[in-house]
DNA sequence: TGGTGGCATACTGTATACGATTTTAGTATA
DNA sequence: TATACTAAAATCGTATACAGTATGCCACCA
């Protein structure tokens, strides 16, 4: 099965991995001739990734003044972080109800190429996507499409902040004994405890950036 | 201040109310030449407004095959009404930790209008936009605003469904007398009450609609 | 010198045109 | 009769072209 893919779909791609690495910074005005000209297409495709970009609240258009690479406050940082902890955790208790052992060996799986990126030299820079490959095996089997697709977008956004922050590695080696800890709960089917923990490691998570985010505004 | 309106954010309002009063139907394909005649625009203008409207979960595009109006199920309605559920009652918390008497005040403005809407003879079409008013008019205060975006986009979904029930005019009159408890809580600051209250509002009419969903599929 | 109005420029929004892909209908073949 | 293949039509995706709107600069005036 080969995968079609339309040009703007590659520019949604793109431009969304340019915003999240801060490649293009925050309050960047997102000039469609020249990211057109940038990527060797024309002025369309652009617009149309710059649309769906909006729809994930990486950028805001304004009417005839073009799009913008959206700039977030410490509140909005507080907000996401609190909407996934609200959301994972209560899609985690669905999906421990129906979670089998072969849906957990495939998280196990994904924490064992996380092992490989806490080595030194590792490109730190995948561990969002990794982050998110994992949190969503664990969430895949309550088969709650609308809910998953909303932390999707949410770990987008938070994506984008925990890129500023390199120092956090000590936070990165804490995720990773929390999932560890946090499959373990899984495959107890301890849907309680899970649930408790996944709050905790999400909201720490949060906190950890928006000190950072004070520290360096 | 005057607002400057885009034909394609015309297309978009235009659409969006066509899908949610099922003129047209889930599941329509939407032909992009078709519609861009009917509206007397080009397609581009078409496509982006069906962009749009995809990002709010109203259709789904396939590449090279087009839009089509999404089919929804029963699990997912359950999904959508959980949803509102949580993020609502979370963010009435926070709302209530701030609500001032003037923002009361127009949320009961808002009930006023829907004791209009009740009268024989109104237009019962305008009852999801009025709902939806005076939710919002609520969790305003709260000043979430990457969560209230999530719920409006839920709200938006209920509503394709809620319209297809003429029948629940008995469920709306019960909608509206909790809307009265619900605003009598809030001057109170019963948050705890108000939550409690808000959650039940949300999955009874949930589950009404899904009783009237499988007896009409 | 400070402010207002008008023009030039740059950029966005929309239309039109073209090329690519999918679907469909029809024909040939097993 | 059913299936595989081919050609044509329909539809989508993208490029190019034009029109409308915002922004900045400069002349002009108080």
């Known amino acids: 099965m080969i995968t079609r893919k339309t040009v703007t779909s590659s520019v949604v791609d793109i ?8 490649e293009i910074e925050a309050g960047t005005p997102l000039r469609q001739n020249a990211l057109a000209d940038e990527l060797n297409v024309s002025r369309i495709p652009v617009r149309e990734a710059l649309l769906q970009l909006e729809a994930e609240g990486l950028v805001e258009f304004a009417p005839h003044r073009g799009a913008v690479a959206t700039r977030i406050s410490v509140d909005e940082v507080n907000e996401l972080f609190g909407l996934r902890a609200i959301l994972e955790c209560d899609v985690l208790g669905y999906a421990l109800a129906k979670i089998t052992d072969e849906d957990l060996e495939i998280a196990q799986l994904v924490l064992k190429e996380f092992d490989e990126l806490l080595k030194p030299g590792a490109d730190r820079f995948t561990w969002g996507a990794l982050n998110w490959k994992f949190h969503r095996s664990l969430y895949l089997p ?32 804490r995720a990773e ?15 309680r405890g899970a649930k408790k923990l996944l709050k905790t490691h999400i909201l720490t998570t949060g906190r950890g950036l928006i000190r950072a985010f004070k520290a360096v505004p």
């Open 15 to 22: 431009l969304r991995e340019k915003i999240i690495s801060h």
């Open 177 to 191: 004994e929390e999932h560890h800890e946090l499959l373990r709960l899984c495959w107890a089917r301890d849907k």
């Open 142 to 173: 309550s088969g709650r499409k609308r809910t998953l697709g909303l932390i999707r977008q949410l770990h987008t956004n938070c994506d984008r902040y925990l890129r500023i922050q390199i120092q956090l590695v000590a936070d990165f080696s």
